[in-house]
């Protein structure tokens, strides 16, 4: 989608700090880390929000993806948060769906 900015990202019109990618999905940090590690998991494919999801297996792969980015940074053993914000409420502010990974410090819960 021409006005995405995820979707900029991927096509290389805007530079991102990648750490993984192949043919479905790409992993970059985030430009406002809230801890020591994190990052973002998004698919190739523009999907707006969760709410649009149907493709069960491409969503796992986001999940796999993060935990395996966990492991190799060295942080998964101690511990991690992977979440999705879904729309206004759910503090979504770019609308390609992303999954946060954080870790590296001990994370408060409820996240407010
Ligand atoms: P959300 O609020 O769940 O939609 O998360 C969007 C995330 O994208 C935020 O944590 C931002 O810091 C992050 N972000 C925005 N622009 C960029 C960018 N150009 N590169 C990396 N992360 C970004
Ligand atoms: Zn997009």
Same mark, same amino acid.
């Given at each position: 989608m021409s006005n995405c900015l995820f979707c900029k990202i991927i096509a290389g019109d805007i530079s991102a700090d990648k750490i993984y990618e192949d043919d479905d999905v790409l992993a970059f940090h985030d430009?406002? *880390?809230? *801890?020591p590690h994190h990052f973002l998991v998004i698919p /190739? /494919?523009?999907?707006?929000?969760?709410? $649009?999801? $149907?493709d069960a297996a491409l969503v796992g792969k986001l999940t796999l993806t993060a935990s395996q980015i966990a492991k190799d940074f060295g942080f998964a053993e101690n511990g991690y948060r992977v979440v999705m914000n879904c729309n206004e409420q759910g503090g979504q502010t770019v609308y390609h769906i992303h999954l946060h990974c954080l870790g590296g410090r001990q994370l408060t819960w409820p996240p407010g």
């Open positions: 430009i406002g *880390a809230q *801890a /190739k /494919k523009h999907i707006s929000t969760l709410n $649009d999801v $149907d």
